[in-house]
């Protein structure tokens, strides 16, 4: 099993669409991170967290920590949200990193 | 600009041949990170500095792998004798310090035939 599970690993939308992505851990960690990875392979660190929820524009990313689980939601969902979405948690070193959830919006 | 940049971008090498990446991190960033990422999957640890100082490697980097950050600053990643499943992006990421947010490179994609 691994440390970091995302799921959906896919996921479509439409346009205007609520999106939810869900990361599961099991390592103790100090922060859990989402990242968005377009198409070439550039990373974009999008949220930083250890506890509760923040904001950014159209996303939002809660962690529990008792539960070790973590969501990413994306409001009225656009085409160029279109990306892999990873979730990554780390102590105070390194990184461990989920397999990503590649999100499609179509107009 | 001042994030993080890696260099070449692409790289096709024959097998058993010599490569070496380059990462810039921002600067005043003391921390610097090299990850691994095959297709279709999440990036892996590979090792870490904290200023010139290697701290930790991966399992996954053997022998054949080798990474200095002589000065504190930039740091080289170099593959001997390339092999088939060496072919992946590698990624460079620097931090402030421990436990901020780390700033990706573009990545360096590495083709071995």
């Known amino acids: 099993k691994n440390e970091v599970e995302q799921s959906p690993q896919n996921l479509t939308a439409q346009e205007g669409e609520f999106i939810t992505i869900n990361c599961s851990y099991s390592v103790g960690i100090s922060a859990l991170h989402w990242l968005q990875q377009h198409p070439g392979g550039g990373i974009v660190s999008l949220f930083m967290?250890?506890?509760g929820k923040k904001k950014h524009g159209r996303l939002i990313a809660t962690i529990n920590i008792q539960e070790k689980h973590s969501s990413l939601h994306i409001t009225a969902s656009h085409p160029r949200d279109s990306a892999v979405y990873i979730c990554?948690?780390?102590?105070?070193?390194?990184?461990?990193f989920g397999t990503g959830t590649r999100l499609q919006v179509f107009p | 600009d001042t994030g993080v940049s890696q260099d070449p971008r692409h790289k096709i090498t024959k097998r058993g041949q010599n490569v070496t990446f380059r990462c810039d991190p921002i600067s005043e960033h003391n921390r610097l990170y090299w990850y691994r990422q095959t297709l279709g999957q999440g990036p892996e640890f590979l090792t870490y500095?904290?200023?010139?100082?290697?701290?930790?490697k991966s399992r996954l980097l053997s022998d054949r792998f080798s990474a200095e950050r002589p000065k504190g600053s930039f740091s080289t990643l170099e593959i001997q004798r390339t092999e088939q499943g060496d072919s992946a992006m590698y990624l460079c990421?620097?931090?402030?310090?421990?436990?901020?947010?780390?700033?990706f490179g573009p990545g360096t994609r590495l083709t071995v035939l």
């Open positions: 500095f904290q200023n010139e100082a290697q701290l930790e």
């Open positions: 990554a948690v780390g102590g105070t070193d390194k990184l461990i």
């Open positions: 990421a620097s931090s402030l310090g421990r436990a901020d947010t780390q700033y």
């Open positions: 967290l250890s506890s």
